[in-house]
């Protein structure tokens, strides 16, 4: 895309004589670079089509197997198993995280990455791409520098809910249709929104961290490149620092999917869950003890951690700029 047609984007309404709240020129923000990055590529579309059409083939074969599930399940056993499943499937990363009755447990990271390279691609451009081609002026003729950068988290937040958490929720709905009147309506409902809480936590943690790979350079690739290096990278630190670690360690959690993954199933009532730093390494968690208590935390200091160094790089850095 060249300078030229990048800026032409931005186009000036005639005033009307109504000033907008500081809720709307957010939204406005954020809507409008999430229409943008889906609009650029057609890649990207390409990809969500496939990640919809991998989301829906559990669930036919889930369905046509349903009367001998319900032989040794109940039905709201299969539907909280199935949407749980499904939710840490998003981020099931290198590590893995299981119940302590899965004796079984599979290492397959390719759902996961297939997801996590959508939410890069939406994401490496919402900062880097204004600083390559030098937009960040109209910008601040209309709004300031906090609005700017709440804005394009609200572009990230926005295709969160529509890659993570609206999947989710279809598929709660297929669910209670497809099991049928077996199904307890006001048991099922806590599961849904344990579910929606979960994807929520994983759209921030995402959203703060992409965005920080976006401040840092001017080139969109780059910074696609360096966030998924970073999420594989900071993974596969842990995975070494706790190889052959016996009892639980604050380190496991410096691998945010990790943490992730625990928080699932303390939303899901689990008080202990197995982690597995390889395929014969194997830690139990006690999550009514430490491990239950820094999960959050450590989650809140991702989030966190990614705004202050956005905040630096937006504002403070640019108004130094400016002086």
């Not at 030229?4 to 923000?29: D, L, N, S």
């Not at 390409?46 to 829906?56: E, P, R």
């Amino acid at each position: 895309m060249s300078d030229e047609a990048y800026v032409r984007k931005f186009t000036f309404r005639p005033f009307e004589g109504t000033y907008r709240g500081r809720i709307w020129r957010i939204w406005t923000v954020a809507w409008f670079n999430m229409t943008h990055q889906w609009h650029r590529s057609r890649a990207f579309k390409i990809l969500i089509l496939f990640t919809i059409f991998i989301l829906i083939i559990p669930n036919m074969f889930l369905f046509s197997g349903i009367e001998t599930r319900l032989e040794t399940e109940t039905a709201n056993e299969i539907l909280e198993n199935h949407l749980w499943s499904t939710a840490r499937d998003f981020a099931r990363f290198q590590v893995m995280i299981t119940s302590l009755d899965e004796t079984d447990p599979t290492f397959d990271t390719g759902f996961s990455i297939i997801m996590l390279i959508g939410v890069v691609m939406m994401g490496a451009g919402l900062i880097s791409d204004d600083l390559k081609y030098k937009v960040s002026e109209i910008y601040d003729s209309k709004i300031d520098r906090s609005e700017y950068l709440l804005g394009k988290y609200g572009s990230l937040l926005i295709f969160g809910n529509l890659f993570y958490t609206l999947p989710c929720i279809v598929e709660w709905v297929l669910l209670i249709v497809g099991i049928g009147s077996s199904i307890d309506f006001i048991t099922a409902l806590p599961v849904l929104f344990g579910v929606i809480i979960f994807t929520e936590i994983l759209t921030l943690v995402l959203s703060s961290i992409i965005l920080v790979f976006s401040s840092l350079t001017k080139r969109r690739l780059y910074a696609g490149l360096l966030a998924f290096m970073f999420f594989l990278s900071i993974a596969i630190v842990v995975q070494s620092l706790t190889w052959q670690t016996e009892v639980f360690t604050p380190i496991i959690y410096l691998d945010f999917f990790a943490a992730l993954s625990v928080f699932s199933f303390m939303l899901a009532g689990e008080t202990s869950v197995m982690y597995y730093s390889s395929e014969t390494e194997k830690i139990v968690l006690d999550l009514t003890g430490l491990a239950g208590t820094l999960v959050i935390p450590s989650l809140v200091l991702f989030i966190v951690g990614g705004l202050l160094i956005c905040s630096f790089r937006v504002i403070w850095v640019k108004s130094r700029s400016y002086s």
